[in-house]
């Protein structure tokens, strides 16, 4: 009897986790079919793979100055030209997408851990839990993320660290708001009153029957997140507060290149080109995920 039940058990496990897998699977490909959706992943992976292979692609150091190249045309040797001091654009390009997408994902990682953890305490609670966790976020996002990030370097000073944790806090109100109105909408579902009947503590039930129903619109939220984090991270370098020489960051290169538009005006046109890859990729990441994953959307 034991046995069978046992095996029954398995059985349903592996039903269940096979159902799951089914379903992540079937969304991937759904994104993947839709034109935008397939060019989005495209560009992202493409950004993703030339920041991990930087130090075998790049053709220079990307911080040795070559004296007497300075502001030189793109040519055979330097694709993309040099800067100022005579450093190569493409290698430092390369290496510009590593501090992009690493600041983005830190900034994302912190900002979803705290806020989605926060909604799934406020939706499910309720009461003066979610008066005061959701009045601590209002205040958050009341400021805007600029701000957010220089009040961070003033505190911590300027460096690619302290840009990832300030835009970490600017992303957490996002997260906390959309977690908590999933929650406030799946709490009452019957699913969840058959849990508790069965005697499940609230953890559990806010871990794993809630939780996991609240994960789609989370991940198209996580995109959006990613392209507005690196938007957000190249704008504060191009102020100053973010990553500092001699790294190789594109907010830092747009900024120093205003100086030389008219003597070498590809100095910031590659730079910019880069940004605006990786955040088309992104963004049509998230439209193709949004349609994948809502149901009354679903068109492939």
């Not at 790049?58 to 040099?82: C, I, K, M, R, W």
């Not at 701000?147 to 109100?173: M, Q």
């Not at 205003?258 to 990729?281: C, M, T």
Request: net charge positive.
């Amino acid at each position: 009897m034991a046995a069978t039940l046992g095996s029954k058990t398995q059985t349903l496990k592996a039903r269940r986790t096979q159902s799951t897998d089914s379903f992540w699977l079937a969304a991937a490909k759904r994104v993947v079919r839709q034109p935008l959706g397939l060019f989005g992943v495209s560009l992202t992976l493409m950004v993703t793979l030339v920041a991990l292979l930087a130090p075998y692609l790049a053709p220079h150091d990307p911080f040795f100055q070559y004296q007497g190249q300075e502001l030189v045309a793109p040519n055979s040797v330097y694709p993309l030209g040099t800067d100022e001091m005579g450093r190569d654009l493409l290698s430092r390009v390369m290496f510009g997408a590593r501090i992009s997408l690493s600041v983005g994902g830190a900034s994302v990682v912190m900002g979803g851990l705290v806020g989605v953890l926060s909604g799934l305490l406020s939706g499910y609670w309720e009461g003066w839990v979610d008066a005061v966790t959701m009045r601590l976020w209002d205040s958050v996002l009341a400021f805007p993320p600029v701000l957010v990030g220089i009040a961070v370097a003033a505190l911590l000073g300027p460096s690619t660290t302290n840009v990832a944790i300030a835009l970490g806090i600017a992303s957490i109100p996002q997260f906390a708001r959309l977690t908590r109105a999933s929650v406030l909408v799946e709490k009452h579902k019957e699913y969840v009153t058959a849990a508790r009947c069965l005697g499940a503590s609230n953890p559990r039930i806010v871990l794993r029957h809630i939780f996991p129903n609240t994960v789609s619109p989370l991940l198209v939220q996580l995109a959006v997140a990613m392209a507005f984090a690196v938007l957000l991270e190249a704008g504060l370098s191009f102020l100053g507060i973010g990553s500092q020489p001699p790294e190789a960051s594109w907010g830092t290169m747009l900024s120093t290149a205003r100086r030389f538009l008219v003597e070498a005006p590809w100095y910031g046109v590659f730079p910019g080109l880069a940004l605006v890859v990786l955040l088309l990729g992104l963004n049509f990441v998230a439209d193709a995920a949004r349609t994948a994953l809502d149901p009354h959307r679903r068109q492939y």
